[in-house]
């Protein structure tokens, strides 16, 4: 039997970093397992998301659809899914003790309602694997030696090790050291933002919502439909948030400042709601247009669309002209407004760019440019749509690294 034992150490205290550790540190109890987190909280990003509940993920099963949640990494994460997906993320927790609950959108959340049973029962399995979990530790350098690595910490500690799972996030440091170590960095930009619109016909709507409304981005060719909610700096809400990922790069370049699109009303084809509002006008002549709303929107929204076509408060149905008809039906159809800016998403940050994932070899998590060297989670050039899909890919990856690094240790002979 041979002495020797396998060091490794993840840089990044995130769901990423915890759980490439403990799948490391289960399958090969003999590997000297080393977290290292810059901060003086662990997985606090796991602790601040769903509004402190924490969407572990989504319940949906089938990779092939799976994927599709994905602006960029689909394609890659396709395999890694068939491996690791929302399925074993479920059993992996129950297996821990923690039920998950499945909402009417499918984001899957702890039966408790509280991010802290996801982080303490990471950080408990981490100690119970053995994992050396240390805190308020800042690495400086990581440098390739001949035959491992040699991580220069803040302090000055210098730690030397096997192989490295960088989980570092978006940190700007992850991008360095991984870019010291031959990897190409897609540059990083805001994902998952909401939308700033000065707007008359928006005005003092906060707090409006509306249930199924298509937003397009002409100039990108992009569009999503879903629920919205008017805010007090614009527009938020799934449609949003979704459009701004899958248009991340493109808003990026036209730094926030384009035009949008807004079907109000995207289950009505426009013949179909021309005979609508001509059968209110023959059949309730004598009321006020802008207070009789036909139509499945809200009151004071539909109040401010027909006074942005011109039509008065005092205006009856038997009054619309044609000109007006065509008008109103624009502007539920196709209103334009024009973006200015973005605002942020809760607290959740999410980026679109990372390491370029033609480098790594999704099998194992391992990097084809630099052996030994591992990465999982947001570091990578992966970001999904709002509602879990972001921690699958960080329990996959991880998942997949954590294995990945010890069955490449065994078959080398390191491990028993």
């Known amino acids: 039997m041979s002495d020797k034992f396998l060091r490794v150490v993840v840089v990044g205290g995130g769901a990423a970093g915890f759980f490439g550790a403990i799948a490391a540190a289960k399958a090969h109890p003999q590997t000297r397992i080393t977290l290292l987190e810059a901060g003086r909280e662990l997985l606090a990003k796991v602790r601040i998301s769903g509004g402190g509940r924490c969407n572990v993920t989504h319940a949906c099963f089938d990779p092939g659809i799976l994927v599709q949640n994905y602006p960029r990494g689909g394609k890659a994460l396709r395999g ?4 690791f997906q929302p ?7 129950a297996s821990q003790g923690v039920k998950l609950k499945t909402e009417e959108d499918g984001r899957m959340f702890p039966t408790t309602d509280d991010s802290g049973t996801i982080v303490n029962t990471l950080i408990q399995a981490a100690k119970d694997a053995g994992v050396e979990i240390r805190t308020g530790v800042a690495a400086v350098s990581i440098n390739r030696l001949t035959t491992n690595f040699e991580i220069e910490l803040k302090s000055g500690e210098k730690l030397k090790c096997d192989r490295i799972l ?6 700007p440091s992850g991008f360095k050291w991984a870019k010291n170590l031959g990897h190409t960095i897609q540059s990083p930009v805001p994902s998952l933002f909401t939308f700033n619109i000065s707007d008359v016909r928006l005005q003092d709507l906060a707090g409006v919502s509306v249930g199924n409304v298509r937003v ?20 938020s809400g799934p449609a949003v948030l979704k459009l701004s990922a899958w248009g991340a790069r493109f808003l990026h370049e036209c730094r926030y400042q384009t035009s949008l699109l807004i079907n109000w009303l995207p289950q009505y084809k426009p013949d179909v709601l021309r005979q609508q509002l001509l059968a209110v006008k023959s059949q309730l002549p004598r009321r006020a247009i ?3 709303c036909p139509l499945p929107i809200p009151r004071r929204l539909w109040e401010r669309l027909t006074v942005a076509v011109g039509i008065d408060s005092e205006k ?7 000109k007006s008809l065509n008008q109103l039906i624009q502007e539920l159809s196709q209103g334009e407004y024009q973006i200015k800016g973005k605002g942020a998403f809760k607290e959740e940050f ?7 994932l033609k480098e790594i070899d999704f099998k194992t998590m391992e990097s084809r440019c630099c052996p030994g060297l591992y990465f999982a989670g947001e570091i990578l ?3 999904g749509v709002t509602g879990g899909f972001n921690f699958q890919s960080a329990w996959t990856t991880g998942w997949l690294a954590g294995l990945g690094l010890t069955q490449v240790a065994q078959n080398q002979g390191w491990l028993h």
């Open 87 to 93: 399925h074993d993320t479920v059993e992996w927790f």
């Open 290 to 292: 802008s207070t009789s």
């Open 350 to 356: 999410v980026t679109c760019g990372g390491v370029n």
């Open 80 to 83: 890694a899914f068939t491996r």
């Open 381 to 383: 050039d992966i970001d």
């Open 316 to 322: 009856r149905w038997s009054e619309l002209s044609n």
């Open 166 to 171: 960088l989980a570092t996030g978006s940190s």
């Open 216 to 235: 397009q981005l002409p100039a990108a060719k992009l569009e999503q439909t879903g629920p919205i909610l008017i805010t007090h700096w614009g527009l």
